[in-house]
Each structure stands twice: as C-alpha cells, then as structure tokens.
C-alpha cells in the first residue's frame, strides 16, 4: 500500500529555534492535500545528515504518460543504486507540455487534455510511489494532475518517497503572462505554498515561476522549517552559467538552504530555440557551504545526464545557529519588525490590515 494515512506530528519551536512538544500540525498525506507547516509553527527537523542528491535532466516521451513513467522509474531505480536519497524531476516530466487552442479558448483543460491528467492517486502515480518505496528513495515528480471532481487540470509535482504518496503541490503561477510564453492556458492555478515532512526534514517543493519569480514564496518555505527546496522547472534558452544557475543560487543564498532545481530537456518548448538541447537542461544543486552562505554545488555539460551532489544538512544547521533566521522572524523574535511590516504590507494588498 503505497498510500499512508494521514499523521498527527506534535512539535513546536521557541524563540531560539529548540524543538519543543507545543502544537499539533497535521500532515495530511490523503487527497486533497493541505499545507503541511506553517510559520508559526514550523516542522521538526531531524538530525542532519549527509545525503545524495540528484536533479535530472529529463526528455519527456511527448504526451505518453506511461512511456515517460517508465523513464521515471529506471531513473529512480538507477539513482537509487547510486545511493542518491532524493532525486528531483523537471515541471511536466509525465507528459511534456503542448500547445492547445482548445484549450487556450476555454481558458481552462480541454477534454483531451483533462484526460491526458493523472489523478495523484491514481494507478500511474500510485505506481511510481511504489518504486520510491521499494527503492527507498524520494523523489519529486513534475506532473499533469487530474482535479479528482472538478474538470481542471493542474501543473503539479507529486512528492513520494518510502512512505508512499508525502504530498503534492499545485502551480500557483498559470496566469496570463505564462499564456503567452508557454500556453499554459489548460492549467487551473494551485493556491498554496507547500512544505512536507520527510526523514530527512521538511522538504518545501514550488514549481518554476512560483519560485524564481517569487522569492517570498522560497522564504516562507524556509520559515515554515524547509532545509531544502526542490524545484521542477521547464525553461528554454538557458545555459551553463544562465538564469537557472543564479536564481538556484539566489534562493540558496538569501535562506541558507539547499535547492535542488530540475529543468525539462526540448518536452514540448519549439518555439525560439527549436529542438536545441543545449539551450535547455543546466539542471542544478545548490546550498550552503562554510564558510560560503552558499555555492553551486553540483552542475553538468551533458543536457542529458543527471547532476549529483551532496547535500550536508549540518551546514543549514551551522548557518542557522549563527543567522537564528526562524527564530529571528518569529513572534518575541528580533527580526519581528521585518514580519511584521512584510505581513502588513501584503495584507494590504489583498485589502486587510494586520494588527
Ligand atoms: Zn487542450
């Protein structure tokens, strides 16, 4: 049974960021999926350690979910022979992504395109949370997702592991600007930021846009307790040296974590750099490295081979004993100040006023 029932983790943390027995959150691993932390309360890290880490560089089998899922699998189980504990795939690794004026008319996922979605317990996914478990691996999986009652269809990535299913997370960024470059279109945004609880800690997982675009976003993840952010992402027109590698060292840097970025090889991007591989891929591992708040820690020249690196949860816990970044930023913290007038400042925006 790769699907686990919901858990009840009891933990809380002072203002000097020490674990304590305070407030149940309730990490819901049964659709639909909810938030798993939140600032306030962010989710137990457990001691640290040293894991292998992979980003792959995936090329999608164009709109042939069971063809790509079985790529997924011999990746995992290749990986998981290497000793890599957590490997990441690229944004719509399952399907690739094509273009649709059907899709794009109706503002949301045609009928061919609804049924190219995957429930995210359903017998595919269901499948790939079962290799992660016998592999003892987990992993993250960029994904059509099929709304289980609703006809929509979301950009999301599945997060499985040895336990099953962990949780899964929905694009918020699908708007209208992203019509025009990628004809997203077909998708229905998601609406929450996720962190999820893992043996190696809380693992946050943000898609693409959502992250490099919206560094707040890769922020609350980490006051939320995340110590690693992976990120499925899809882009073209990106090399060694590109966008891709700043914005993974951009979000390291500013939270002292680790992220684990996974780019999308050709899957569907013809548009301004037709089929070229080497515009795409650049895959990357990047995290703190002391005395260094954060480096590149592991790349590649080959767009079609996987970046491994390791990822040493003892430097997120040295910076964070020197920076107190959660307990800075909590209630009684010093940084309290910063909270606050970021929290007033986007209620806002949304026409509410923080007290
Ligand atoms: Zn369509």
Known sequence: MAFKKPVELVLGINRRGL??????????????FTQTASAATP???????????QAVNFEPVMQDNNACAAKIKAAIETAARDGVKLIVFPEMALQGFEKCQDCASRGRACDKHLATGELVDGPLMRELAD???????????????????????????????????????????????????????????GDKIT???????????????????????????????ARIIAVPTATVGT?????????????????????????????????????????????YIAGPNWPSMAQILASGDDPFAPVTGEID????ERFLGRSNLLA????????????QAIASGYAALIGKQVV
């Open 131 to 189: 290799v992660s478990m016998r592999n003892d691996i987990y992993a993250v999986i960029g994904f059509g997702e099929r709304d289980p009652s609703r006809p929509f269809l979301y950009n999301a990535a599945a997060l499985v592991g040895p336990e099953g299913l962990v949780g899964v997370n929905r694009k918020m960024g699908v708007g209208q600007g992203m019509q025009q470059v990628h004809s997203q279109s077909m998708f229905t945004s």
């Open 19 to 32: 674990l304590q027995g305070a407030v149940a959150v309730t990490a819901v691993a049964t659709a639909p």
């Open 328 to 339: 800075r930023r909590a209630i009684g913290g010093q940084d309290i100040q910063f909270t």
């Open 195 to 225: 962190v999820f609880p893992t043996r190696y800690g809380p693992i946050g997982v943000g898609i693409c846009y959502d992250i490099w675009m919206n560094g707040d976003v890769a922020r609350l993840m980490t006051l939320q307790g």
């Open 239 to 283: 090399t060694k040296g590109g966008d891709l590698e700043k914005m993974a060292f951009a979000r390291a840097r500013e939270n002292n974590v680790f992220v684990i970025n996974a780019n999308l090889v050709r899957g569907g991007f013809d548009g301004h750099i037709q089929g070229e591989p080497k515009f795409y891929s650049h895959s």
């Open 43 to 53: 989710l137990a890290r457990p001691p640290a350690v040293k894991i292998k880490a």
């Open 313 to 316: 949860l003892a430097q997120y």
